[in-house]
């Protein structure tokens, strides 16, 4: 599906790894300069040029730490503000995901119960609606979509991607 966003700009944070990985690659094979964000120098550099040989297009990178606290008021405040400039914000609020850090917590869930890693997954598995944990790229086409212009209207929103294991209605 061509999303309408080649040649657009973006800044993805926290994307040498997981699920800001996977944003930046979605971005970028879709077309948009990407900048990515991450905290050390050397993650952050090896990611865009990985990202780079995938996608086949410059990736540019700055390695800082940018601190999260606030960030779901903030975003809802400024999006409502910049939306009639054609500017979406957005949130993705993620469940269980494949990635190194979903790897460390289960391992050291794992740990804490005197239980395997394989049977302590199994265990969230069958605990989730989807029977499954979500993959980084999904994560990613996700974050493309939203960026899309197919997603122009959905602005100033929290999107909770879990698999349906929350058990509410927003």
């Not at 690659?25 to 964000?37: F, K, M, N, P, S």
């Not at 914000?89 to 850090?101: A, E, H, K, M």
Request: hydrophobic share 45%.
């Amino acid at each position: 599906m061509d999303l309408g966003i080649a040649g657009r700009k973006a800044l993805v944070c926290g994307a040498s790894k997981g699920l800001g990985r996977g944003c930046a690659e979605a971005l970028a094979q879709a077309g948009v300069d990407v900048t990515i964000v991450a905290r050390t120098q050397d993650s952050v550099r090896r990611a865009a040029e990985e990202i780079e040989a995938l996608a086949g297009r410059t990736v540019a990178w700055v390695a800082c730490d940018i601190a999260r606290s606030g960030l779901t008021g903030f975003v809802a405040g400024l999006a409502r503000k910049v939306a009639r400039h054609n500017v979406t914000i957005n949130n993705l609020l993620p469940g269980s995901f494949d990635t190194d850090r979903f790897r460390g917590t289960l391992a050291a869930r794992a740990k804490a119960s005197g239980k395997s890693t394989d049977e302590v997954l199994k265990e969230l598995r069958e605990g989730a609606p989807a029977g499954r944990v979500g993959k980084p790229a999904e994560f990613g086409a996700t974050c493309a979509f939203l960026c899309s212009v197919h997603a122009g209207y959905i602005t100033g929103q929290n999107i909770l991607m879990d698999g349906g294991l929350y058990p509410g209605a927003f």
